[in-house]
């Protein structure tokens, strides 16, 4: 085998390598995205039934109800989609495959370096090299075949997606044969096991009086009759300018679940100050 050979190889694999986009590292970690916004519906006659009635000891908001977590998921290089193995609507386990890319030139590579390191491993190679280039670069070139083929083995393990936690697949952005670039959201699953409200226009008069642990009492407008229990979990100490306003978010974690629950409803919640 003569020095061009070893050369042009290893070059071939570092360019496959390149084009997966191998700066990511590894156990990559999906980005969380905040929950998509949604209009209060505070107009319809069955929406106000179900508001409370303020007084004089609680604050009264609008709130809508979303997943704790919700992550986007991706893969960490550019990926032609091979698999696509979840619906938006499905629910899934944690660990449960949910994506895969084409990864046949991946394996070819691994194939051909994993012969090309043992067969310069073993000596006769490694020694044939030597004599036609020097010491140090026959070492560096069976150093980089080495690297390179850890780190396709690497990008052989990212090619799946897999769930993080148990959860709702709420949107599947790719399908079988569609290129999908890296960290583009390709899936996004939320955990509908634990839900938080989202308050986000409290006046600067009201959030004076509001702080982390205060209780309250959430009533759906959806689902009139029913009422639950929330513990206001976060109060934002930056308002946002709204035209002659200055407002605040406040988030609540709802302690009571019920199967009827959606994302983005929406709520009347009467927070007890202090209590």
Excluded at 76 to 104: I, S
Excluded at 188 to 203: G, P, Y
Aim: net charge negative; aromatic share 6%; with cysteine.
């Amino acid at each position: 085998m003569t020095r061009r050979w070893i050369f042009g190889a290893i070059l071939a694999v570092s360019a496959v390598l390149a084009g997966c986009a191998m700066v990511a590292q590894p156990g990559a970690a999906p980005t969380v995205a905040p929950a998509p916004a949604a209009q209060l519906n505070t107009n319809a006659g069955e929406a106000r039934s179900a508001m409370f009635a303020e007084t004089a000891g609680q604050v009264v908001v609008d709130a809508r109800l979303v997943p704790t977590s919700v992550v986007n998921m991706s893969f960490p290089f550019d990926a032609l989609v091979a698999e696509v193995l979840v619906e938006a609507g499905d629910t899934v386990k944690k660990g449960q495959p949910l994506m895969r890319m084409n990864t046949r030139p991946l394996e070819l590579e691994i194939e051909e370096m994993e012969t090309f390191v043992k067969q310069y491993s073993r000596g006769a190679g490694f020694d044939r090299t030597v004599r036609e280039a020097s010491q140090a670069e026959a070492e560096a070139l069976l150093e980089r075949a080495q690297i390179n083929l850890e780190r396709a083995k690497l990008a052989l393990e990212q090619a799946t997606i897999l769930a993080p936690f148990d959860g709702v697949v709420s949107q599947v952005s790719f399908q079988p044969g569609e290129y999908a670039e890296a960290r583009e959201p390709a899936i996004i699953i939320a955990d509908t096991a634990k839900w938080k409200l989202i308050a986000e226009n409290v006046s600067e008069f009201r959030v004076l009086r509001l702080n982390p642990n205060d209780k309250a009492r959430v009533t759906f407008f959806a689902l009139p009759g029913k009422e639950f229990t929330a513990t206001v979990s976060r109060v934002d100490s930056v308002g946002r300018v709204a035209g002659a306003d200055t407002i605040f978010s406040v988030e609540l974690t709802l302690e009571n679940l019920d199967p009827q629950l959606r994302w983005n409803m929406n709520a009347s919640v009467a927070i007890e100050p202090g209590k």
